[in-house]
């Protein structure tokens, strides 16, 4: 199983363009997440989901969007970049439902994003 | 809303010595999950080990075991014998049954040899 995989890996973009991060996932995972990681700091959430056509807002969503049509995929969208958003850009997945197997969240590689 | 804080932004331990991670959390809830995850220089995030808020035995994975005290909501990590590969940041993470999963700001940690 290839788990979760997040494209692209890296991305300069300059201030005012667009761009999609996908994520998907092989392990029929309800939940989904996607966090940023300054540097040096830890994960903020920026959106998750509990299940397909779901989505709720985390701690930092401004300047980003999501939609969950599928199971498998959980795509993060940059309106109008800027340099605010310089980072390094997690998903993640994990079961849901109750018990503690079921709560472990795995992650992808992390996709580095420059803004100049 | 949850928040969780990691009051050491860093820590070292001699190789082969014992270290403790601190974390605190906040919530109104009585059913929840706990974990520690380890982000070494990698970048991947790893599960350390994790706890279910109605499990009142300490959950414990090898050299790694937690102090869990719900009254006090703090749920610390000790690392025994610790080893050069422990070098690594440390996040705890929060979860409520059916919600979402916050981390705290991380620790850190350097071993030594």
């Known amino acids: 199983n290839a788990g979760v995989t997040q494209t692209p890996k890296f991305r300069i973009l300059k201030i005012g363009q667009s761009m999609t991060l996908q994520c998907a996932q092989d392990?029929?995972?309800?939940?989904m997440y996607w966090y940023r990681q300054d540097p040096g700091m830890g994960l903020k959430l920026i959106y998750y989901?509990?299940?397909?056509?779901?989505?709720d807002k985390g701690e930092v969503p401004n300047g980003y969007n999501v939609s969950r049509s599928t199971t498998e995929d959980f795509p993060l969208r940059l309106e109008l970049a800027a340099p605010s958003q310089t980072s390094v850009y997690f998903c993640?997945?994990?079961?849901?439902?109750?018990?503690?197997?079921?709560?472990?969240?795995?992650f992808g590689q992390g996709t580095r994003l420059t803004v100049v | 809303a949850q928040t969780v804080t990691q009051s050491q932004p860093e820590m070292s331990v001699q190789e082969a010595e014992t270290v403790t991670l601190s974390c605190t959390y906040d919530?109104?809830?009585?059913?929840?999950?706990l974990f520690w995850y380890k982000q070494p220089p990698s970048r991947q995030m790893i599960l350390v080990i994790r706890?279910?808020?109605?499990?009142?035995q300490n959950a414990t994975e090898n050299r790694f075991s937690v102090n869990f005290q719900k009254a006090a909501k703090s749920f610390s990590l000790k690392i025994s014998d610790s080893q050069l590969g422990d070098t690594a940041m440390y996040f705890c993470?929060?979860?409520?049954?059916?919600?979402?999963?916050?981390f705290g700001a991380g620790t850190i940690l350097r071993v030594k040899s």
């Open positions: 993640a997945s994990s079961y849901g439902g109750q018990g503690a197997m079921n709560t472990e969240a795995f």
């Open positions: 392990m029929n995972h309800n939940y």
């Open positions: 989901s509990v299940g397909a056509g779901i989505t």
């Open positions: 919530t109104s809830e009585n059913n929840y999950y």
């Open positions: 706890q279910e808020a109605y499990k009142q």
């Open positions: 993470a929060f979860m409520e049954y059916g919600n979402k999963l916050v």
